[in-house]
C-alpha cells in the first residue's frame, strides 16, 4: 500500500499506506523547500501522533530546520503560529476527519496558509530529488513552545465583530476526543458561555468515540445531550480542530452547511462585501450573502482554493460547507473557535431568536452525498459524463453543473481514492435522475 502523496502533504493509515520512512522523506523534503530555520509542528490526539511527531522532527533536523513543538493544538493553532516571528513554515499531524488509523501531514507555509501552488509544485520536485543531509555542525535542534492555544483565544477575542457579553448561554461541545478538547472549553469559559463537554477522549483502542467526521450520522450523541442539558445549542469538531457543525436548541441536527451560512450572515450583516465558498458549499450561503446584497463567489474544493479566490475577489468572510468558516482579517485558514464566535455573536445580537428559527428562515434544499471507490482514474469517467450531462457549468475542480433551484458536483477526492457525488436541490427528483445517470456511467467504466 502506497500513501496519498500531493504537494499538499502526505495521508494514509499509520503501519500500512504511511510508514515512519514516509514521513522523514516528506518532512525533510519539505524543510528544504522553507530552509533552514524554525518550522512550527503541531498535532491531533491520533495514538500514532507522537511517533509521527519525531519522524517530522527527525526529518527536518537532518535538513538543518529546528522543530518548533506546539504539542497537542487545533489546525488552526498551527497556523497561527507560523505566522509568528522567525518561522518558516508548519506541519499539522493530522489526517482530519479520517479514522484514528489515518495520520496526514499538512504543510502551511510562512504566511500561515497551505502550501500554495508553486510551493506544492516545488515539494514534488524535491520528493524526486536527491537530498543533501546537514552535517554535525549544522543538524537542526528541537524546542517546545507553550501556550499557543492560549494566544490563539486572544486573537479570537479580538475579533472586531465578537459579542462578547450578552444574554446567558449554555453550549454542548461534542469533541470526539480531538484537538478542541482543552480549546473549546477554553474559548467558552472566556465568552462566559455555559458548557459541557461529551466524547472528551480517544478510546483506549486508539480510535474516536464517534465517527470523526462530525456529519449528521455522527452526531446522535450531541442531539441527545442538548435536549437533556436544555442547552441553546450544540457544537461538533472534527478530530483537528479546523471544521464545526451546528445542533440547535431542540437537538435538531443543522449540519456543517449551516455554520458556514450562519458565519457569512451574521459577518455581512456587521461588515458588508464578497464572500468565497467552494463549489461544493450549499446554497445557503448564496442565500445568506444576498440577504445582505452582497456577492458570493465559488473556488476549487480546498482550504488555500478558497483562501486564494477570497483574496483575488477582496472577500474578509467565507469557508468551505464541510462547516470549514475563514475569516481571513483574523487569519487565511478554517477555524471552528471563528465558528463559534458568529454562532454565539448571532445569538447575543439576537436576543429573540434561536439557532433553530435562524436556520428555518431559509429555504429547505435537500444535499446528497455519496462517495464510490475510483479504481479507473477519473478521466474516463469524466469522458462518459460528459456524454450524459453535457457542457459543465464550471471545469475548475471536477464537474459543476448548475440544475434548476440547486446544482451538482462530481469530483475526484484529494484525500481517499473515491469519486464524489454532491447535488442539492429544493426538487429531489432533479437529484435522483443525476444520480442515476452518475451509477450507470460509473458501472460502465468499471465494467471497461
Not at 468572510?317 to 477555524?335: C, S
Not at 454565539?344 to 434561536?354: A, Q, T, V
Amino acid at each position: 500500500m502506497k500513501p496519498i502523496i500531493s504537494g499538499s502533504g502526505i495521508r494514509g493509515i499509520f503501519g500500512a499506506s504511511l510508514t515512519i520512512a514516509d514521513v522523514v522523506e516528506f518532512a525533510s523534503s519539505f524543510g528544504l523547500l522553507v530552509g533552514r530555520g524554525s518550522v512550527v509542528v503541531g498535532r491531533d490526539t491520533r495514538r500514532s501522533g507522537p511517533a509521527v511527531e519525531a519522524a517530522v522532527s527527525a526529518g527536518l533536523m537532518s535538513v538543518g530546520c529546528d522543530p518548533v513543538l506546539l504539542g497537542i493544538v487545533p489546525t488552526p493553532t498551527v497556523q497561527l503560529e507560523t505566522m509568528g516571528e522567525g518561522i518558516c513554515g508548519g506541519i499539522a499531524i493530522t489526517s482530519s476527519h479520517n479514522p484514528g488509523e489515518w495520520n496526514a501531514l499538512k504543510l502551511i507555509g510562512a504566511d500561515g496558509v497551505f502550501l500554495r501552488s508553486a510551493d506544492r509544485n516545488r515539494l514534488m520536485q524535491l520528493l524526486g530529488s536527491v537530498r543533501k543531509q546537514a552535517d554535525y555542525k549544522g543538524v537542526g535542534l528541537p524546542r517546545e513552545l507553550s501556550g499557543s492555544m492560549e494566544r490563539h483565544i486572544e486573537g479570537l477575542l479580538s475579533v472586531p465583530w465578537l459579542i462578547p457579553e450578552g444574554r446567558p448561554l449554555k453550549a454542548v461541545l461534542d469533541v470526539t476526543g480531538g484537538a478542541a478538547a482543552s480549546f473549546a472549553p477554553m474559548l467558552m469559559e472566556r465568552l462566559g458561555v455555559n458548557y459541557t463537554v461529551i466524547n472528551p477522549d480517544m478510546t483506549p483502542s486508539g480510535d474516536f468515540p464517534r465517527v470523526a467526521e462530525p456529519v449528521v450520522e455522527s452526531l446522535s450523541d450531541l442531539s441527545r445531550a442538548v435536549i437533556d442539558e436544555n442547552a441553546d445549542l450544540g457544537f461538533a469538531f472534527d478530530p483537528d480542530g479546523d471544521r464545526l457543525a451546528l445542533v440547535d436548541e431542540s437537538g435538531r441536527i443543522i449540519g456543517e452547511d449551516y455554520t458556514v451560512a450562519l458565519a457569512i450572515d451574521f459577518v455581512l450583516s456587521v461588515r458588508p462585501g464578497p464572500a468565497v465558498v467552494n463549489l461544493s458549499t450549499s446554497r445557503l450561503a448564496e442565500d445568506a450573502a444576498v440577504k445582505h446584497g452582497c456577492r458570493l463567489y465559488r473556488s476549487p474544493v480546498g482550504e488555500v482554493n478558497v483562501v486564494e479566490e477570497m483574496e483575488k475577489r477582496g472577500a474578509i468572510t467565507g469557508g468551505e460547507g464541510n462547516g470549514g468558516v475563514i475569516d481571513r482579517v483574523f487569519h487565511a485558514g478554517r477555524d471552528s473557535g471563528i465558528a463559534m464566535l458568529c454562532a454565539i455573536s448571532f445569538l447575543r445580537d439576537n436576543p429573540g431568536s434561536s439557532i433553530g428559527s435562524w436556520a428555518d428562515s431559509y429555504p429547505s434544499y435537500t444535499m446528497f452525498k455519496k462517495k464510490l471507490p475510483l479504481r479507473t482514474g477519473f478521466e474516463p469517467l469524466a469522458s462518459r459524463l460528459l456524454e450524459e450531462y453535457g457542457t459543465p457549468d464550471d471545469t475548475r475542480d471536477g464537474l459543476w453543473y448548475c440544475r434548476h433551484s440547486g446544482w451538482m458536483h462530481i469530483r475526484p477526492s484529494g484525500t481517499e481514492p473515491v469519486v464524489r457525488f454532491i447535488a442539492e436541490n429544493i426538487d429531489n427528483s432533479y437529484i435522483e435522475e443525476d444520480f442515476r445517470i452518475f451509477r450507470e456511467a460509473m458501472e460502465s467504466v468499471c465494467v471497461e
